[in-house]
């Protein structure tokens, strides 16, 4: 079955950038997203197909997608980026969703 | 503004059976898919059932197939997610979420219900 990883903790200096990985096999042959959840609340899309802002999400939030790993990077980190990050991917060939174990992002 | 307000959270002995609910407002509910996703205590996101806009398309994940069924009644803008034969490991706080895209990116969920399997 396809499985998607990611590291458990990312760190990033105040005012510094921050790259979250989602790795899978051939994962840049499907679209990925990804949601932030902070604790005692529900996740929030951030990024869409690969690299597409909802509205309302800020321009220091963007995405990309190739080989074997997609990324989320968030470049200015902020205090309030603190949160948990997970990758999704419609599995097709299951019809299944799939969630990335997620990533627990410390600014410092 | 969307929302979906989840309910019926609750204890539950093992091998019980438990139904929450999610109702939803602001949007044409039946225009789009929807998905429970759970989270249990300390633990990531886990999807567990996903519906198509009339309910004749279903699909789950393996380890609650054959024991959850996932419902809706768009004339009600409610989703339903049946579970049966509950297990300690089924302990977790449900997620109603609108699907937004054919690639079941999830844009709007509620604020969560917890159910707890114990003794």
């Known amino acids: 079955s396809y499985e998607l990883t990611q590291p458990l903790s990312v760190s990033v200096a105040l005012g510094q950038t921050a790259r979250i990985t989602c790795e899978g096999d051939?994962?840049?042959?499907?679209?990925v997203h990804w949601y932030q959840q902070k604790p005692g609340q529900a996740p929030v899309l951030v990024i869409y197909r690969d690299s597409k802002r909802p509205s309302g999400i800020p321009e220091r939030f963007s995405g990309s997608n190739s080989g074997n790993t997609a990324t989320l990077t968030i470049t200015r980190g902020q205090a309030g980026d603190e949160a948990d990050y997970y990758c999704q991917v419609w599995d097709s060939s299951t019809a299944h969703v799939l969630f990335g174990g997620g990533t627990n992002l410390t600014v410092l | 503004e969307v929302q979906l307000v989840e309910s019926g959270g609750g204890l539950v002995q093992p091998g019980g059976s438990l139904r929450v609910s999610c109702a939803a407002s602001e949007f044409t509910f039946s225009h789009y898919w929807m998905s429970w996703v759970r989270q249990a205590p300390g633990k990531g996101l886990e999807w567990v059932a996903i519906?198509?806009?009339?309910?004749?398309?279903?699909k789950y994940v393996g380890s609650v197939k054959g024991r959850f069924t996932i419902s809706r009644d768009n004339a009600k803008n409610s989703l339903y997610l049946q579970m049966n034969s509950l297990r300690a490991e089924d302990t977790a706080v449900y997620y109603c979420?609108?699907?937004?895209?054919?690639?079941?990116?999830?844009?709007?969920w509620g604020q969560g219900t917890l159910v707890t399997v114990s003794s």
């Open positions: 979420a609108r699907v937004y895209d054919g690639y079941a990116a999830s844009d709007y």
């Open positions: 051939n994962i840049g042959s499907k679209n």
């Open positions: 519906i198509n806009q009339d309910g004749s398309e279903e």
